[in-house]
């Protein structure tokens, strides 16, 4: 069995897609025997995963970016570039499909369609010619989570068989963190108070001006023996929240983007992971936190109990003051903390990236 992945984002700078492709594409091939798996176009050798930057060099980013534009409107091109595959699984960087190969693709979510304000024009416009010419002509697709199948069935009237749920995966660094990574990592980066953490983008949808709210609305005893820290890049119309953030609310900490390395120490370290998320396909950092073995606070909408399970602390995302009462609750109760670190360590054993990729590829081997 040959695949043709296009892996034309880990060149781009990206977060959740970019981190399911680098993950996923390595446990295909370190799973896969006899089957093979190519990173298309001609993605053959990636280093350390970064969400900022290319994972290649600038000298063998360009032209590979040049190629992938060109094979969107040359036919010829794209099957070069794909090979001898007899499956082509595309993202929204491809805008075609490839003759004579089956054409497949991932649905992580559908928040385009759903949540559109939280996205820019371009995006949407790019969500919805991906979906046009390629998700609903392909002839098999993955979702990231049972939420996001029915979703994508129902926008799009997909039929149950068209569509399958295969979960993404944790990277093993996760389910490993020490606690002297830990401290490494808390140190380095001058947290010296337990603290509240979330991981993720800045952006509209993550809904980290409620978080902050529910943080304003603890005790201010409370709120001087932990913090809230964020961790992540800046993203679009985030100016409001950002200034926020940074304004120097006490008790309030932004570290910026955190290197991946670093990401499961710091994970390890929080006293409690805290994801109030709007919407979400999949949910990496909770399911990371889960890994970890941190206690984990998040929204319940879309996905998110899916994924968690019994594990989380479910709240509404929409409510300051639910938010506040669930973390009172895990701040106030170790009994509470451990029971629920527990739990989503258990659960999370069933987001292995070895799991995904063998799900995956008893899914390209009905195309063979």
């Known amino acids: 069995m040959r695949v043709s992945v296009d892996a034309s984002p880990l060149l781009l700078r ?62 010829p091109a794209r099957k070069l570039a794909a090979g001898d595959a007899q499956v082509f699984h595309v993202t929204n960087q491809v805008h075609n499909g490839v003759a004579g190969m089956a054409l497949t693709a991932t649905v992580h979510d559908m928040t385009s369609w759903l949540t559109p304000e939280f996205h820019t024009e371009a995006n949407i416009v790019a969500d919805r010619r991906f979906a ?27 039929k149950p068989e068209k569509i399958v749920t295969i979960h993404s995966g944790v990277p093993t660094a996760y389910f490993d963190a020490s606690a002297g990574e830990a401290e490494r990592v808390r140190e380095a ?34 709120r001087g023996e932990i913090e809230l820290v964020f961790a992540g890049p800046m993203g679009w119309a985030a100016s409001t929240t950002s200034k926020r953030i940074l304004s120097g609310l006490p008790g309030v900490r932004y570290l910026g983007y955190v290197p991946e390395r670093d990401l499961p120490g710091l994970t390890k370290a929080a006293m409690v992971f805290a994801y109030p998320s709007l919407y979400e396909g999949f949910g990496f950092p909770v399911a990371q936190a889960m890994a970890a073995g941190v206690p984990v606070l998040t929204s319940n909408n879309s996905c998110l109990p899916e994924i968690t399970g019994d594990a989380g602390v479910h709240v509404d995302p929409r409510s300051p003051s639910a938010i506040r009462d669930g973390l009172d609750r895990l701040i106030s109760s170790g009994s509470l903390r451990a029971e629920n670190a527990a739990n989503g360590l258990a659960k999370a054993q069933e987001y292995r990236w070895e799991r995904c990729a063998q799900a995956s590829w008893r899914f390209f081997q009905q195309f063979a």
């Open 14 to 75: 990206s977060a959740g897609v970019k981190n399911y492709l680098y993950h996923w594409i390595r446990a295909l091939q370190q799973t896969g025997g006899e089957n093979r798996v190519n990173g298309y176009p001609f993605i053959d050798r990636i280093g350390d995963l970064t969400h900022e930057t290319s994972v290649m060099s600038f000298a063998r980013t360009a032209p590979r970016i040049v190629w992938l534009l060109a094979a969107n409107r040359i036919g």
């Open 132 to 158: 046009e010419r390629i998700l609903t002509k392909a002839d098999g697709l993955i979702a990231v989570s049972e939420n996001s199948r029915q979703d994508a069935m129902r926008v799009w009237n997909l």
């Open 189 to 222: 980066l001058g947290l010296k108070k337990p603290f509240i953490l979330h991981v993720g983008t800045v952006e509209p949808r993550k809904n980290l001006d409620a978080l902050l709210d529910a943080y304003l609305l603890l005790p201010e005893s409370v």
